[in-house]
């Protein structure tokens, strides 16, 4: 199992999809109606979608795996009193993935599915990111999130911190991570770039494109990868980053005491600039609407 996508809809989305391809790097990878499908270099179908809506709104964030990986992760959905949706045989979309969608404790939207059109890698391109490589959510209760993810659909802990838990479902070190907020909402999407110096090229290249880094660059503690930080013209936080640790079955998951810094510093390096004004705004830019019934 592993992160493939996230769905996301807002106005002006054929803008939005402009932007995610050029400054930020992604390829377009067609459209279904109001909906643009762009990918980047895995061989995964699609990295994101953006919907033409009235307002902004996070739809889902999308994981993949075998036939009988996802049918396992539904069976214990259906179990678990969790809000779900039906089993699709066939979503209309890149991929034609079969699946199901199913609603977080505070309305996190989560669709699992498996893709049933293989897609090819495409060349490695230090412009452009290689996958999503995780999302992070605003909570207010992180424990309640974190249970569903490690009893239900099967993901591992790998650390705690003062403020968030990581979570993963391969071996990369999060795929899913809660953060504690004030509110619910999608706290940033992060894309995963060949290395530290494509992070560095992709600042140069959204600087020059008017949309300056609001946090980076530095190498955070959990996962020690590289980020760089943006808030997108269509308001979501959307990250670069490289290096993310991947992890062996048996990581010791680690404590809030484990990660501890010194005063006026938040990560390994201690360089990074950070505009929290602009980080706090992006927090509330994208609410959920979760399409399970």
């Known amino acids: 199992m592993r992160i493939r996508s996230v769905e ?13 391809q050029n400054p930020w790097g992604l390829i377009d990878a067609g459209t279904r109606g109001d ?3 762009l990918r980047a270099t895995a061989d995964q179908a699609y990295a994101i979608s953006v919907k033409e809506a009235a ?10 795996g075998s036939t009988a ?65 995780h999302i992070v959510f605003n909570t207010l209760d992180r424990e309640s999130g974190s249970k569903v993810l490690t009893d239900v659909f099967g993901f591992k802990m790998s650390d705690r911190t003062r403020l968030m838990n990581f979570l993963r479902p391969d071996n990369i070190h999060h795929a899913v991570a809660y ?4 509110n619910v909402s999608l706290n940033h999407i992060a894309f995963e770039m060949q290395d530290t110096d494509a992070v560095m090229r992709g600042m140069g290249r959204l600087k020059d494109a008017g ?20 808030v997108a013209p269509f308001g ?4 670069y980053t490289s290096e993310v640790q991947r992890v062996p079955d048996d990581y010791k998951v680690g404590a809030p005491e484990d990660w501890k810094w010194p005063p006026g510093r938040g990560d390994h390096w201690g360089i990074a600039s950070r505009d929290n004004d602009k980080l706090i705004a992006s927090g509330d830019a994208f609410p959920y609407r979760a399409l399970a019934v």
């Not at 996301?8 to 995610?20: D, G, H, I």
């Not at 946090?215 to 930080?229: A, E, I």
């Open 55 to 64: 307002q902004n709104a996070m739809i889902s964030v999308t994981f993949t």
């Open 35 to 37: 909906t643009t499908y």
């Open 8 to 20: 996301l809809e807002m106005p002006n989305a054929a803008a939005a999809a402009t932007f995610l």
């Open 179 to 182: 953060a504690d907020a004030k």
């Open 211 to 230: 949309c300056a880094s609001v946090w980076g660059p530095g190498r955070h503690g959990p996962g020690n990868n590289v980020f760089s930080y943006f």
């Open 69 to 133: 990986e996802v049918k396992a992760v539904y069976a214990r959905v259906q179990k678990s009193g969790l809000k779900h949706g039906p089993w699709i045989e066939e979503f209309d979309e890149p991929g034609r993935g079969a699946g199901f969608y199913v609603t977080g404790p505070e309305g996190e939207p989560y669709r699992f599915l498996a893709e049933k059109d293989p897609t090819a890698a495409l060349p490695a391109d230090n412009t452009r990111p290689l996958h999503v490589s």
């Open 236 to 239: 979501a936080c959307i990250e």
